[in-house]
Nanobody, 124 residues
Framework: QVQLVESGGGLVQAGGSLRLSCAAS????????MGWFRQAPGKERTFVAA????????DIADSVKGRFTISRDNAKNTVYLQMNSLKPEDTAVYYC?????????????????WGQGTQVTVSS
């Protein structure tokens, strides 16, 4: 079992930056592929970014590529989402998620563990 707790959300003006953190506990964090997803009001949850267990591979959604960066610190059991040049359309609840194991196969799908989410609101 993996427990995930997100933090770092808030209200920011368009063009601003935020860094989300996800603290993991439970099973060995370094064994899991980690991801970030988001869900805007009235919309389905969508993939944002994923990172391999070692941090050597990442996958970023086209909608945020060049603006968002995912990273992890296995010594701190924490994964981060650095969000720059934020736009009003980035407004959503952001969720951290963990997959079973280290496989990098289909990093946008099949996440087993989820956090409760953190709200990000970008004003125009």
């Amino acid at each position: 079992q993996v427990q995930l707790v997100e933090s770092g959300g808030g209200l920011v003006q368009a063009g601003g930056s935020l860094r989300l953190s996800c603290a993991a506990s439970g099973r060995t964090f370094s064994s899991n592929v980690m991801g970030w997803f988001r869900q805007a009001p009235g919309k389905e949850r969508t993939f944002v970014a994923a990172i391999s267990w070692s941090g050597s591979s990442t996958d970023i959604a086209d909608s945020v590529k060049g603006r968002f960066t995912i990273s992890r610190d296995n010594a701190k059991n924490t994964v981060y989402l650095q969000m720059n040049s934020l736009k009003p359309e980035d407004t959503a609840v952001y969720y951290c998620a963990a997959k079973y194991g280290r496989s990098w196969y289909q990093p946008r799908y099949d996440y087993a563990y989820w956090g409760q989410g953190t709200q990000v609101t970008v004003s125009s």
